[in-house]
């Protein structure tokens, strides 16, 4: 009985019509261009999370879709009005989609990585820093040692002897 | 006869003192007036004034790790039976052993109230390796994480973040960043797929950071023990997140919806 009450078109018109306004927003649901959705950190660490904040998530179970360019990311809440997407293991720009009570935001995000790959002199053994971490190292070449910056990319050698066959690592001092 | 190097940027190389006699055919290092280090294949001795102070056991010990304050010293080692010894470097003895038998990479902060250290702690198949950061005076673990699916060969502490950077090695090096007080991983920067070692081999890599670009910087020493002597060192560099940034506002596009 039902079925063939649906196929009358204009009927079948009409329920769809009360399906539709039962599913869809609330007016006053809908999330106001007012309310400031942020990334805290729109520049990040591949395979890392990217943190986003806004008022509008306090007090509700719904989460927002989001989506790096073309990439749907996995949303977690951390706390009220803190949600965090799952970044994916790459690095580049990309253009940030937020969906949420009917409402789009848009931003960008750049993920981290590589500059470049360099060569430079043959080096044998462990470099030492010159300070913990620092990019200007001393390291033993093959018949001497040699200052080696590694962010100018110069390399100065230096009037001090090595050879590998006597110890395999500069020792520091 | 082994010969000790002692250099800085500024100081040119003296030879040993005549008492150091023993073999060490990987490193010599002064820990301290008067105190020395010498490690060879096996094993790690120290000399104090011409006395030995301490045999451990400790494989290629290549590599030295201080303290910013010279009090400390931890030898960096594939197998450290025993577990690996951090070391009194005045004195010449151990202050403490680290939870691990082999410890490849160490960084301590800059006011030596930590210690962190990567290494294994056993040898079984199977076993991830572990980060720990422990009390640099006393050696307590202060956070440990026993689930690095892989070793980390050298590690830098960012001076301006709270993050740390360890450097993972296949056929290219990547830099895995973890926070600094949880050890949980916060990312990680790999080359593309064509930016390898050389020989398609990584070798000796180590990490350094310049805080002024923000950049990082990985290279592969393919040289060690002159088995691949004149292979370039491979140099990667990286973008690191600026230590602190401002949120981004999204902008409102839609709201038909």
């Not at chain 1, 999330?31 to 306090?58: C, E, H, T, Y």
């Not at chain 1, 981290?112 to 990019?135: C, D, H, M, N």
Request: with cysteine; charged share 15%; glycine share 8%.
């Amino acid at each position: 009985m039902a079925v063939s009450f649906l196929r009358t078109p204009a009927i079948r018109l009409v329920s769809l019509s009360g399906l539709l306004v039962a599913c869809g927003r609330l007016p006053g649901d809908v999330l106001p261009d007012s309310i400031d959705v942020s990334v805290l950190n729109p520049v990040a660490w591949p395979a890392g999370k990217l943190f986003i904040v806004s008022s509008a998530f306090r007090g509700r179970a719904d989460l927002p879709a989001i989506r790096l360019d073309t990439l749907q990311l996995a949303v977690t809440r951390v706390n009220d009005s803190t949600v965090s997407a799952d970044l994916p293991d790459t690095s580049g720009g990309f253009q940030l989609r937020l969906e949420y009570r009917g409402a789009e935001r848009s931003g960008s995000v750049t993920l981290v990585g590589f500059k470049g790959r360099t060569e430079t002199v043959a080096l044998t053994g462990w470099p030492i820093p010159t300070a913990p971490g620092s990019p200007i190292l001393i390291a033993a070449a093959e018949s001497n040692l040699v200052r080696l910056d590694l962010a100018a990319g110069s390399v100065k050698e230096l009037p001090i002897a090595h050879t590998a066959t006597c110890a395999i690592s500069p020792g520091p001092s | 006869m082994p010969r000790a190097w002692r250099f800085s940027p500024t100081v040119l190389v003296t030879d040993s003192a005549p008492y150091l006699t023993g073999p060490a055919d990987r490193m010599w290092a002064q820990l301290a007036p008067g105190t020395w280090l010498g490690t060879a294949h096996h094993q790690i001795t120290i000399f104090k004034d011409g006395q030995v102070t301490l045999r451990d056991q400790l494989e290629e010990g290549e590599r030295a790790v201080f303290s910013p304050d010279r009090s400390l010293a931890v030898v960096l080692t594939t197998i450290a039976a025993y577990h690996v010894p951090v070391l009194l470097t005045a004195p010449g003895t151990i202050a403490f052993r680290l939870p691990l038998l082999s410890a490849e990479a160490a960084a301590f902060t800059p006011d030596v109230d930590t210690l962190f250290a990567a290494g294994y702690n056993a040898f079984t198949p199977g076993v991830l390796s572990r980060l720990v950061a422990v009390d640099a005076a006393t050696g307590a673990v202060l956070v440990q994480v026993d689930s690095l699916s892989r070793q980390l060969w050298d590690m830098v502490l960012d001076p301006d973040a709270p993050w740390l950077y360890g450097v993972e090695v296949a056929t290219q090096p990547v830099v895995a960043v973890f926070d600094r007080h949880t050890l949980q991983s916060l990312g990680r920067i790999r080359p593309p797929a064509t930016a390898n070692c050389a020989l398609l081999l990584c070798g000796q890599v180590g990490l350094a950071i310049d805080r002024v670009t923000r950049s990082a910087y990985a290279f592969d020493v393919k040289g060690w023990g002159a088995s691949f002597d004149g292979t370039p060192t491979a140099v990667f560099r990286f973008d690191l997140v600026p230590a602190s940034q401002a949120p981004e506002i999204l902008s409102p596009i839609s709201s038909s919806k």
